[in-house]
């Protein structure tokens, strides 16, 4: 079974980023919670009764779980989805944001609840005085950014939140000057499966990770329109990327040794030169400052 | 009163049926007898309306559309040849089948609908296996639900293609003298195609022979019936004597080595 | 020779009992209950008795009380009765549910346990027509072509519109109800019957055509996109009701009263077509016609069922075969106990979809497998020792 990618729908997150950055606005100038946002026909509204910060938050979304405890809301945090691993020690429980009826999260009593996708439990959580945010998989820097300014907004911690993103700007700017410029106009071939040989080009938010460093996607000339296109063998033989990076490490087992059996790729520059470095699946899935700073600098750390 | 006036049916690129035509009044029976591929089956079937046709069906001198299959239910009654049978149903449903075209279209039987079923299942002796399965019934209890389903839509024509073919002796006679006494009792026109020629001269006022789709016959049983017609249009080698009700044929083995078939045909030498 | 004495001369092709002594040789002796005139047996035909609907009632009122009784938020079973009981006319109550258990109950396990009776109850009723119009007692709701072809529009809303409304509607159920329509009436267009016995048989086989073709371009759509949206269409696939307050129920609520209204309608007319096309003709009995009001009342539920639970199997075979086991091969009891039973039988599946992995939910259609295949076995042997 293939794992979860975070597929980015471009429109959505335009849509998202355009209220975003009204809401920020809006709520630069106020004190209060925004009151509604569409996000795609699913309408949020804040709590009726209170203006307050949200104190009980269920974040099943492991990317918005690392944001929310580097803008400092973590005390605010009852609940994560199971596979927000990130950082140790948070409340782990066993939901993963694709239950189907809202009931299971009242045990817990939240005031605020994150998804990472739309869904009917953001109306369900509605009819039930229940808020609820989603913050769908990035697609750029700017909507990382944007997603922790509106956490900041949300959770009171407005601050915290523009430390979190210099912070983030700063790190990852210090990976690419570690970097020195080594990899600008190098190939690379990112994996997401072994058997279908599923990629991200560079209009993924990984693929905007690497070209940061200049390096250039394989994959590019064969989307054919999709930002996650399954190519081929032949075709990575043919392209002869300067590095590959196995992000099916985790759910396919691949090593850089099961890639450089694969038959032929043992001619491949980057097996000779041992370009091929594993990483764990989460950097394609997850979008959260402290996924984003380890893989820059894995990447970095890879160039030089 | 039954019209059939040059009623021809093409099936693909044959001509199963040519411009036959016969008349036959209220009370009387029309027995239609030919070799295989003649063309019965289809004439049947025209009559009832199940397949189309050029020329003129007219039943009390009234003649139906093709659309018009409830008003034509309730002028025509058919009996097919293989009737299909649904195992599980019981013998009265099967029969109340018969009453669609009399209630309304959606609705279900009422009272005169159940009472009509009644006295048909008792007249032809289903009474006991009223509540039973089709299942259950032998091939001449079965045949003979098949003729109740068509007596109760109480249509002033019954048609009936083979009736007795799938029956033994004895059952055939039953349901052959059942259909004579009802048409005798309620005036039905029966129009019946049948192989047996004996059994079809016994009960048929008239016979008509079918022979490639025409009717190159017609007439009491006693003038169409000879050995030399069967001999020209069947292909058989027969000995026709004259019954009490009506001629009875009986088949004649030739010398051996000798063929069956040879020659037949209208324009045949013998 | 049996004795068979003349009755009097009535109108032409009218029929008269008999009169005489051969009218006591019957069945229905005088004594027999309620034989009408001497000489005439006594017809019962098969109908839809008063036990039959108490019972399929009375299962399909515990199913629905046993579900909105049972869910994660743990509302006590005296306060939920006592707000049920509440909204019935004349009865008037104390609330026994705090808000949120209110919200709870009404918004959340009402509308889900509705749209499950509702889909169950389609799926049911609309398998039974079919089985009906095709005379075989394997045909499903999804024969013409309904699953591949909202399968096909549920992938591309997927894929192409994630998250897009069409007016009040969001894409994805709209999508899936228009690809079922096309789809089946692709196959209408597609099977040209040549002769009354092949009509049947031309349709399915068209339907066989247009499912074969409509799957292979939604396999096509998907192999080319990512394992997210594949996970999606997988779960879709495999059917689940997952309900945002009462708008899915609004959205088919209309269709599917429509559709069951006409299938309801044509039960009798299902009976006679189990004698074929020709005689039913000749009792006056179009099937043709009959077919392609069955087919497309069912198609038109059918397909709004599916826009919003997916395709889930089984319940379309299942539910109708076991009444038919059950209460006898007549359309007259077949249709009104296929919805009160398929209406039951989908909510308790539902129930236990969400309970026996809780909070995980197992996909309503491996339950509709799970739970209707043995069930049916242990009925087909039952029958099959008694009958």
């Given at each position: 079974m293939r794992r979860q990618l975070a597929q980015a729908k471009i429109f959505l997150t335009r849509r998202l980023a355009a209220l975003v950055a009204a809401a920020a606005v809006g709520a630069a100038s106020t004190s209060a919670l925004p009151t509604t946002w569409s996000l795609a026909g699913a309408?949020?509204?804040?709590?009726?009764?209170?203006?307050?910060?949200?104190?009980?938050i269920l974040c099943l979304s492991a990317s918005a779980t690392q944001m929310l405890y580097a803008i400092g809301a973590g005390h605010q945090v009852i609940g994560v989805d199971k596979y927000s691993t990130y950082p140790p020690g948070t409340p782990l429980t066993k939901f993963t944001g694709y239950e189907t009826s809202a009931e299971d999260y009242l045990y817990l009593k939240p005031?605020?609840?994150?998804?990472?996708?739309?869904?009917?439990?953001?109306?369900q959580l509605k009819l039930l005085g229940i808020a609820s945010l989603v913050l769908s998989p990035a697609t750029s820097f700017a909507n990382v950014y944007s997603q922790l300014a509106e956490l900041g907004a949300v959770t009171g911690h407005r601050a915290g939140a523009l430390a979190a993103e210099s912070s983030l700007e700063a790190h990852v700017a210090a990976a690419v000057r570690t970097a020195g410029g080594a990899g600008r106009g190098d190939t690379y071939y990112i994996e997401l499966d072994p058997d279908y040989y599923y990629t991200a080009t560079s209009k993924t938010f990984i693929g905007a990770e690497f070209s940061l460093f200049g390096m250039i996607d394989v994959a590019d000339p064969a989307a054919h329109g999709s930002a996650y296109p399954a190519i081929s063998a032949e075709y990575v033989?043919?392209?002869?990327?300067?590095?590959?990076?196995?992000?099916?490490?985790v759910c396919c087992h691949q090593t850089p040794a099961t890639f450089a059996a694969r038959p032929g790729f043992g001619i491949l520059r980057a097996v000779k030169l041992h370009h091929v470095i594993g990483v764990n699946d989460s950097v394609a899935s997850q979008w959260g400052p402290h996924t984003i700073e380890s893989f820059?600098?894995?990447i970095a750390g890879t160039l030089r | 009163m039954l019209e059939i006036l040059a009623v021809s049916v093409r099936l693909g690129t044959n001509m199963a049926l040519q411009e036959v035509s016969a008349t036959v009044p209220g009370g009387g029976w029309l027995g239609v007898i030919g070799p295989n591929g003649a063309g019965k089956s289809t004439l049947m079937r025209a009559v009832a309306g199940l397949v189309p046709y050029s020329g003129h069906v007219r039943v009390a001198g009234r003649e139906?559309?093709?659309?018009e299959h409830r008003q034509r239910a309730l002028a025509v009654a058919y009996v097919p040849q293989r009737p299909l049978l649904p195992r599980e149903m019981t013998v009265t449903d099967y029969v109340l089948l018969g009453r669609s075209p009399h209630h309304s279209y959606l609705g279900a039987e009422t009272a005169r609908d159940r009472r009509a079923a009644g006295v048909v299942l008792e007249r032809l002796e289903l009474a006991r296996f009223a509540r039973r399965p089709l299942a259950q019934l032998s091939g001449g209890e079965s045949q003979r639900a098949v003729l109740a389903r068509a007596l109760v839509q109480e249509a002033p024509v019954l048609v009936l293609d083979e009736p007795t073919t799938s029956l033994d002796l004895g059952h055939g006679q039953l349901v052959m003298e059942l259909v004579d006494q009802l048409r005798r009792e309620r005036d039905i026109c029966v129009l019946c195609a049948i192989h047996d020629l004996t059994l079809a001269g016994q009960y048929a006022d008239s016979l008509m022979v079918l022979f490639e789709g025409r009717s190159v016959l017609f007439g009491a049983p006693a003038e169409v019936v000879t050995e030399a017609n069967i001999s020209r249009f069947f292909g058989a080698r027969v000995q026709v004597a004259p019954g009490g009700a009506g001629p009875t044929v009986t088949p004649v083995r030739g010398p051996a080595g000798a063929g069956g078939n040879k020659g037949v045909g209208v324009n045949a030498s013998q | 020779m049996t004795a068979l004495a003349g009755g009097g001369r009535g109108h032409q092709g009218q029929l008269k009992p008999r009169s005489g002594p051969a009218a006591t040789a019957s069945g229905a002796g005088p004594a027999g209950a309620g034989a009408g005139q001497a000489g005439t047996a006594v017809v019962r035909p098969t109908r839809l008795g008063p036990s039959h609907v108490l019972v399929a009632a009375g299962f399909l009122l515990s199913a629905a009380l046993v579900s909105v009784l049972v869910g994660p938020a743990d509302l006590p079973a005296k306060g939920v009765l006592e707000e049920i009981a509440g909204k019935l006319p004349f009865v008037h109550l104390r609330a026994g549910l705090g808000t949120t258990g209110d919200v709870v109950l009404w918004q959340l396990r009402m509308p889900r346990m509705v749209l499950g009776g509702l889909v169950g109850a389609m799926l049911a009723v609309a398998g039974a027509s079919y089985q009906g119009v095709f005379s075989n007692a394997l045909a499903d709701p999804y024969l013409l072509g309904v699953a591949s072809g909202a399968g096909l529009g549920a992938t591309l809303a997927i894929v192409y519109a994630p998250g897009e409304s069409v007016g009040p509607v969001s894409a994805l159920p709209a999508a899936a109800f228009a690809g079922a329509l096309v789809a089946v009436a692709a196959t209408f267009a597609l099977a040209r019957p040549k002769s009354y016995e092949r009509s049947a048989a031309s349709l399915v086989l068209a339907g066989v055509a247009v499912a074969a073709f409509f799957t292979a371009v939604q396999t096509f759509i998907q192999q080319e996109q990512n394992s997210v949206d594949l996970t999606v269409v997988y779960s879709w696939i495999l059917g689940g009701l997952s309900t945002a307050g009462w708008s899915q129920v609004e959205l088919v609520l209309p269709y599917v009263l429509v559709a069951a209204a006409a299938l309801f309608a044509c039960r009798r007319l299902l009976?006679?077509?189990a004698v074929g096309d020709e005689e039913a003709t000749s009792v006056g009995v179009r099937a043709q016609r009959v077919r392609l009001v069955v087919v497309a009342a069912a198609t038109l539920g059918t397909a709004a069922a599916v826009s919003v639970s997916g395709l889930i199997g089984f319940v379309g075979i299942i539910v109708p075969h076991t009444i038919r086991l059950l209460a006898g091969p007549s359309y007259r009891r077949i249709i009104p106990l296929s919805l009160m039973y398929g209406a039951g039988f989908l909510i308790l599946a539902d129930l236990l979809a969400r309970t026996v992995l809780s909070p995980q939910e197992v996909p309503l259609g491996v339950v509709t497998a799970f739970l209707g295949a043995p069930f049916f076995l242990i009925v087909l042997r039952q029958a099959r020792r008694t009958g």
């Open positions: 309408t949020v509204a804040r709590a009726p009764a209170s203006a307050a910060a949200p104190t009980r005031d605020l609840v994150i998804f990472a996708f739309p869904t009917n439990l953001v109306k033989l043919k392209e002869n990327p300067d590095y590959v990076f196995l992000a099916d490490t820059v600098r894995l | 139906y559309r093709v659309a | 009976d006679v077509l």
